[in-house]
């Protein structure tokens, strides 16, 4: 049998393909090794958080250690008493008749005193008789303003000044120098009066105590000047109210007083704030971390005041939002070994803090489930930059 006679030349061809062929295999193989696996890329989405606690404001710490895990500020005090008294008129209104009143000047040019019973009348040049409503004494060479009153009820009596004549005057040479005169007007024969309703009542306390607040607060700024980053909380009570009339009452005007006491501190707000946000912080569970908070929401009421120890409370809310991290027990890689994605977004689905889930396998023509080594599982959190 002939022999084959291979030179040594295509002997070390043959050897460096073959070299050259493991070398490019070893190459994909150890690349495909290193990418090999699954990436579960998660945008969470934020859950409102919401704090609601107490600060305690005090004038003189004296180095004083919170207490109880109490949460301590300085601030200043002070306290405020202010009343006052006002007058208000009722919305709604009714006319009426009543008896016109007025005065009428008398000159007496005799030398002799002269007088006149009461309701003596008097004529308009319409005919429209007043009567005197007191007894009437002229001096001599005098005169005398007389108080009448119209003898009926009417708008008509309303007149303005005039001369009046005087009916039962007999006498000629009194009717000579005896002479009659208005300088004002008559009024009173259509009366108008308001009638006090309860709208009118609750409207007239408000402005009352608006106000008195008012000045309070004016006096509580000029003796505290805060500084810009200061604030100023109030309390304010009502010591006293009296109102001079009732729903239902025709009054044209009525009355309302009050006494209040007002009650502030102030205090450095950005200090405050830093504290809400601790306290939001202190409230988010493990696997999860403050996003953001509304600046806006940071609110307080001012509560326990005590002016003589300068001490009081500040119940505090603040609102916040909260993400989930990597540490999140429910992002355990061990969950998804072997699921492929549709399961792994059945499991995602019912959480509200997850918003969106993408989920990447590769190589995703080969690779149809997560692997099962969670050393091949990646996941990733999107933060929304917004």
């Known amino acids: 049998m002939p022999k084959v006679y291979i030179s040594p030349h295509q002997k070390i061809g043959n050897l460096f393909l073959a070299l050259t062929i493991l070398i490019i295999i070893g190459i994909i193989f150890g690349f495909f090794n290193l990418l090999y696996g699954a990436e579960i890329i998660i945008t969470p989405q934020a859950q409102e958080i919401d704090t609601n606690f107490t600060i305690q404001i005090k004038e003189n710490l004296n180095n004083e250690e919170p207490t109880n895990d109490a949460k301590i500020l300085h601030g200043k005090f002070i306290e405020i008493i202010e009343e006052g008294e006002f007058n208000f008129s009722p919305k709604a209104t009714i006319s009426m008749e009543d008896y016109a009143e007025g005065i009428i000047t008398l000159s007496n040019n005799t030398w002799n ?170 409230k988010i569970t493990t696997g999860k971390q403050l996003a953001s908070y509304e600046p806006d929401s940071l609110s307080y009421h001012l509560t326990g005041y005590n002016l003589e120890e300068k001490t009081a409370n500040l119940e505090t809310q603040l609102r916040g939002y909260m993400i989930l991290t990597l540490e999140n027990e429910i992002l355990n890689k061990e969950l998804f070994l072997g699921l492929d994605k549709e399961k792994i977004h059945q499991y995602f689905n019912q959480f509200p803090e997850i918003q969106e889930v993408k989920i990447k396998l590769w190589p995703s023509w080969l690779l149809k489930r997560a692997p099962e080594k969670n050393d091949r599982i990646k996941i990733k959190i999107k933060y929304d930059s917004r």
Do not use: H, W
Not at 193 to 213: F, S
Not at 218 to 228: C, D, F, G, S, V
Not at 244 to 266: C, H, L, P, R, Y
């Open 113 to 282: 005193t002269v007088t006149f019973v009461p309701s003596t009348r008097f004529a308009s040049p319409q005919g429209l008789i007043f009567r005197a409503i007191n007894k009437i004494r002229i001096p001599a060479k005098g005169e005398i303003d007389v108080p009448v009153r119209a003898d009926k009820m009417g708008a008509e009596y309303d007149i303005g000044p005039c001369s009046f004549t005087i009916p039962n005057l007999r006498n000629a040479n009194l009717k000579k120098n005896i002479s009659a005169q208005s300088q004002k007007s008559m009024t009173g024969g259509l009366k108008k009066t308001g009638i006090v309703m309860q709208t009118d009542i609750d409207q007239a306390r408000k402005e009352v105590q608006e106000k008195l607040y008012a000045r309070a607060l004016e006096k509580i700024k000029q003796e505290l000047a805060p500084p810009a980053d200061f604030k100023i909380s109030l309390k304010s009570d009502i010591l006293e109210e009296k109102i001079n009339a009732q729903a239902g009452d025709e009054k044209g005007e009525f009355t309302v007083s009050a006494k209040i006491k007002m009650q502030a501190i102030s205090f450095n707000e950005k200090e405050l704030l830093n504290l809400a946000i601790e306290s939001l912080t202190e």
